[in-house]
């Protein structure tokens, strides 16, 4: 029964970073835009973050730091496909490889050290109820923010008129742009806040999750964001959804591996990535609901008045 | 003479080294309704691209009320008060109707007021706009309305319509005449793209003619006849159809009880529809957009091969279950009303296009003979008059006109037992349209079978040997096309033929 309820905190902790960044990037892929530089972004902002708490003593000016180096370079991944009109992909793949290599150098000083101790969180008189106290109540405050967060992007999209020009301008940039909407002033503010909020989640499980800063600490954790935005075909609520799973799977196997089940550790740790595969799969038997939640833009490039 | 409403001054683009405007003149007063007259490629959506801001000029001048005006972008031409219904919908697909007219308004309106305003201007003007309905199940036609719509909405000082007329029931053109009239009336301008000559007649005030991107002459329609004024467009007369008796042949083509549930939720479900075709005739199918035009067409070419095998048969042979390959393999070629997507592939050559539903130029391995392949595109191109700058085009380049000229071009080469077409000459000019009849007359006379799915009832009376209308996923009996009156097809559009659907609440426009 404790085992359990320490699970579904495990998982709760460990889908967090993926829900927040999964969001960011479906809202950028909302606009048209498709971000493969995931992974570096999440480097960068994490060792911006780990840096900042480290140094400023403070976990939210880590969060702030993250948010910031986030953004930063989606704006330059923005700039450069927005607005030079260069391929998605490639410009995406290049991100991720400059992340990586940027964050080893730029976090060699920090490797090894420690962030002070935080005081246990605990949300007041829910946090003592038995079993969903400790499953539900005794997490970071950005756990709470995530699901906040899913929630106002969802309201953003579908009860918003900016968001249904957000979802026109990825479904027909032409098409907006014929109705006198700036589609490139549009297409770069979202990339440049789903860059902000891949921040969050970076400095998330630097200053938070870890917390420490190794190289490569990101583990792969920008790809599964971005597979997550197909896997909820692109709604917001599903992200969070498909994030808990995946933290789910993930902590399941560590759980079993812990607990001694004779099973190669290797299949083990490759279980939520097959399940991601699978996910995936089982999504595309549906052609209808593919056509119908994805942007026909994604990957394009628009040429205003061409 | 009151200040015109807009007035454009030496207006020159060009395209490389196509002059798409040259040196144009135009002058609208307030509350006329100015038809702008030309063939395909005579440079009259370029013309409305300027006004509305879409495309730069690379000379000339805009007056707006006699001030000159700078209309850079389309927001401009809005703020202006300028309203455009394009010719290719600038409609988002995975939007409902509502939504769509929503960002095209500028005034901060709640969604739920758009949902009723769009209701009460479609029910004014008589249009049937379903606000709820999401754009990517609508027809062609609906889509059409859909832009209408939201055009109005907008309360504009000019209105510019490209073809608007194309795919209404002939009950629906009078209202929406009379609407025009009303709107202009009122005092906004309405710029009239429109290549039907009797329809400028009818309705415009004036009326400016292109020619190659120049404008060869300005008139009052009141002045002029069909013949005069397809003078001034294409500098001589369309020539007339010449048509002979039909010699039927045996039944190529049938159809029996053919019953299909819809794919979608917003989809028309066929019911008990049969029909056959003859070798050697032409049969029609009228109806307004919307009623299972494309759902039957699916299921005729092959797209659809939902269908039980026996419900439709090709000499005999049970195909229902065939695809659209296996159907041409056995003769029979089809005419897609969506000519980007279905008819073409957009962003490839019109040589390759060739080669999605010709083989000839394929070798051994599949291996394609580009040479042959390019002189098989220029053999269509020329034959069929297709203004365009040679085989390696890209599809997407040409005008729609032209491309349609192409495709059924493409299907005719093929010399077909069987013809399916929909919409041969929709937004296609009256000299190009009067090609395309003549050679859809002469597969026929060629012992053919044709059967042509259009919402233009004039093409119909020209072309069909018999008529058949779609209401409501039904279909109506054959009708001989001696016995055909316009008043009756308007009426059996509404599904009010003798063991129809009735009237169905999907179709206004209908009789009053």
New interface residues.
């Given amino acids: 029964m404790n085992e359990l309820a320490l699970l579904i905190a495990a998982t709760l902790a460990a889908g967090t970073p993926l829900a927040i960044a999964g969001l960011g990037l479906l809202l950028n892929e909302r606009a048209g835009v498709v971000n493969l530089g995931a992974e570096g972004m999440l480097l960068v902002s994490a060792v911006a973050g780990f840096a900042a708490a480290h140094d400023g003593g403070s976990e939210w000016l880590g969060f702030l730091a993250g948010a910031a180096g986030g953004a930063a370079v989606a704006a330059v991944f923005g700039w450069l496909v927005v607005w030079l009109n260069t391929n998605q992909y490639a410009t995406g793949l290049a991100v991720s490889l400059f992340g990586s290599g940027f964050s080893a150098f730029v976090g060699i000083g920090y490797v090894g050290k420690q962030l002070g101790e935080q005081p246990p969180h605990r949300v007041p008189f829910l946090a003592d109820l038995p079993f969903v106290g400790p499953a539900l109540f005794r997490h970071h405050p950005v756990v709470y923010l995530a699901i906040a967060l899913v929630a106002a992007a969802a309201y953003f999209l579908y009860r918003t008129?900016a968001g249904?020009?957000l979802?026109?301008i990825g479904?027909?940039p032409?098409?907006?742009?014929?109705?006198?909407?700036g589609v490139r002033r549009i297409r770069f503010a979202a990339v440049v806040t789903g860059g902000a909020l891949c921040g969050i989640a970076g400095a998330y499980l630097s200053v938070v999750y870890t917390p420490l800063w190794v190289e490569g600490m990101v583990a792969g954790r920008g790809w599964i964001a971005l597979a997550l935005t197909v896997f909820a075909t692109w709604r917001p609520a599903r992200i969070l959804l498909g994030a808990y799973l995946f933290g789910g799977v993930t902590m399941l196997q560590l759980h079993l591996q812990a607990r001694g089940v004779h099973v190669p550790s290797q299949f083990m740790a490759m279980l939520p990535y097959v399940s991601t595969i699978a996910v995936l799969a089982l999504i595309s038997r549906n052609p209808?609901w593919i056509?119908?939640?994805m942007p026909?833009s994604l990957g394009k490039p628009f040429f205003p008045?061409a | 003479m009151s200040v015109p409403r807009l007035e454009l001054r030496h207006v020159t683009k060009r395209y490389g080294d196509v002059v798409a405007n040259d040196d144009v003149a135009l002058t609208v007063a307030p509350g006329e309704i100015h038809a702008v007259l030309g063939e395909n490629g005579a440079g009259k959506s370029t013309l409305m691209k300027v006004v509305y801001g879409a495309v730069a000029p690379d000379a000339g001048e805009i007056l707006w009320d006699g001030q000159p005006a700078e209309v850079r972008t389309p927001h401009d031409a809005r703020a202006l008060g300028i309203a455009m219904v394009f010719q290719h919908f600038s409609l988002f697909d995975s939007l409902t109707v509502a939504e769509n007219v929503w960002l095209g308004l500028s005034r901060k309106v709640a969604l739920r007021d758009v949902t009723e305003r769009i209701r009460a201007k479609a029910a004014e003007y008589g249009l049937d706009v379903d606000p709820l309905r999401p754009v990517h199940v609508l027809s062609v036609g609906e889509r059409q309305r859909v832009e209408i719509v939201r055009a109005l909405l907008a309360d504009p000082r000019l209105l510019i319509l490209d073809e608007p007329t194309a795919v209404l029931t002939p009950q629906a053109v009078d209202k929406l005449f009379e609407t025009l009239r009303q709107v202009a009336a009122s005092g906004c301008s309405i710029l009239y793209i429109s290549h039907k000559l009797d329809e400028i007649l009818e309705l415009c005030h004036a009326c400016t003619v292109l020619r190659g991107g120049r404008v060869v002459a300005t008139c009052d329609p009141a002045q002029e006849t069909t013949a005069s004024l397809s003078r001034m467009m294409i500098g001589a007369e369309p020539p007339r159809l010449e048509r002979r008796a039909a010699k039927l042949g045996p039944v190529a083509l049938s159809v029996e009880r053919l019953a299909l549930p819809c794919h979608d939720r917003f989809g028309v479900p066929l019911e008990d529809v049969s029909l056959e075709v003859h070798a050697g005739e032409i049969v029609g199918i009228a109806g307004v957009s919307g009623n299972g035009q494309q759902e039957l067409l699916a299921a005729l070419s092959g797209e659809d091969p939902r269908a039980d095998a026996g419900a439709i048969r090709l000499f005999g042979e049970p195909i229902g279950r065939t695809g659209a390959a296996g159907r041409r393999r056995r003769g029979l070629h089809f005419v897609p009303e969506e000519r980007l997507g279905r008819g073409a592939v957009p962003s490839l050559s019109l040589a390759t296009n060739m080669l999605l539903t010709r083989q000839e130029a394929l070798r051994a391995f599949g291996w394609i003979d580009r040479a042959a392949l390019r002189d098989q595109a220029s053999g269509v191109l020329r034959r069929y008059w297709v203004k365009a700058a040679g085989p390696g085009a890209v599809a997407r380049s040409l005008s729609g006109g032209n491309l349609q000229k192409y495709i059924v071009g493409r299907e005719l080469d093929a010399v077909p037992k069987v013809l399916v077409v929909a919409q041969p000459t929709w937004g296609v000019d009256v000299g190009a349209a009067a090609q395309i009849h003549a050679e859809l007359l002469r597969l026929r006379d060629a012992g053919a079978a044709v059967l042509v799915v259009s919402e233009e009832l004039e093409e119909l009376f020209a072309l069909a040997d018999r008529l058949h209308v779609i209401a409501k996923g039904r279909l109506s009996p054959p009708l001989p096309a001696a016995d055909a009156t316009v008043e009756r097809i308007g009426e059996w559009m509404s599904g009010l033929w003798a063991g129809g659907p009735g009237r169905p609440e999907a179709v206004a426009g209908g009789p009053a």
């Fill in positions: 008129r249904l020009l979802r026109a479904e027909s032409q098409s907006a742009h014929a109705l006198g909407y209808l056509r119908l939640n026909a008045g």
